[in-house]
């Protein structure tokens, strides 16, 4: 059957460290993988997009990579602060005769101070 | 832009009645999606349209959920009868394009099926 699988789990972390949350996807072939952040009571908000063709991408401190091979996505937060905690989401793009975007249930992340 | 505008934010209704949930996107954009996000099964697309015309609804749980898209500012999902199984955030997003593209959304309306 087809899933992606985020940490179910909390990340706890130390602020200044180097968050890593990882997104595993089975039975999918997306073009287009996405992260999201979504604070409590409000909607997702988009951070970065990933195409199949590309291994890293980078915006500030915010780094994904993607690994069609391994199907599996990382997305680091670098130098991290008690703002970015937060849960964040991986989505795919994938094409089922149409493309449907299909989130992850995602992975709190939380930095102390 | 004032981004994906939701109404209302907050609805509790008893079972057995229809509820109407309603979603302007982002002037522009030509593709909407309505999601549900519940604890057990986190964020699900129900359907999306593009271009006003509804592209998929394979997720639509139940013939009880309907869509609608009649012009580029305005879609409504509906909900009748309703129980509380359908109790759940909504969240309507929308986007440049179906795929390959960020998608705003909304600040979801929490509905309560008592």
């Known amino acids: 059957s087809q899933k992606i699988e985020q940490n179910s789990e909390a990340l706890n972390i130390q602020e200044g460290k180097t968050a890593t949350l990882t997104c595993n996807y089975t039975?999918?072939?997306?073009?287009?993988l996405q992260w999201y952040r979504q604070d409590p009571g409000r909607g997702p908000v988009f951070l970065l997009l990933?195409?199949?063709?590309?291994k890293e991408k980078r915006k500030e401190r915010l780094k994904v990579t993607f690994d069609t091979t391994l199907k599996q996505s990382l997305f680091h937060i670098t130098a991290s602060q008690p703002a970015d905690s937060a849960t964040y989401l991986c989505?795919?793009?994938?094409?089922?005769?149409?493309?449907?975007?299909?989130f992850g249930a995602g992975t709190r992340l939380f930095v102390k101070a | 832009d004032a981004g994906v505008i939701q109404s209302p934010r907050h609805e509790v209704t008893e079972m057995g009645q229809e509820v109407t949930l309603r979603c302007k996107p982002i002037?522009?954009?030509?593709?909407l999606f309505w999601y549900r996000q519940t604890m057990m099964r986190g964020l699900e697309l129900l359907i999306y349209?593009?271009?006003?015309?509804?592209?998929?609804d394979s997720g639509m749980p139940e013939d009880r959920f309907s869509a609608k898209m009649p012009n580029a500012s305005f879609s409504t999902l509906k909900i009748q009868p309703s129980e509380p199984r359908d109790s759940a955030v909504y969240f309507c997003?929308?986007?440049?394009?179906?795929?390959?593209?960020?998608?705003?959304f909304g600040q979801g309306t929490r509905l309560t099926v008592v």
């Open positions: 997003a929308s986007s440049l394009g179906t795929v390959g593209t960020e998608a705003f």
């Open positions: 039975n999918y072939s997306p073009a287009y």
């Open positions: 990933i195409r199949e063709n590309e």
């Open positions: 989505a795919l793009d994938h094409n089922t005769g149409g493309f449907k975007t299909i």
């Open positions: 002037s522009g954009h030509n593709s």
């Open positions: 349209f593009n271009n006003n015309v509804p592209i998929d």
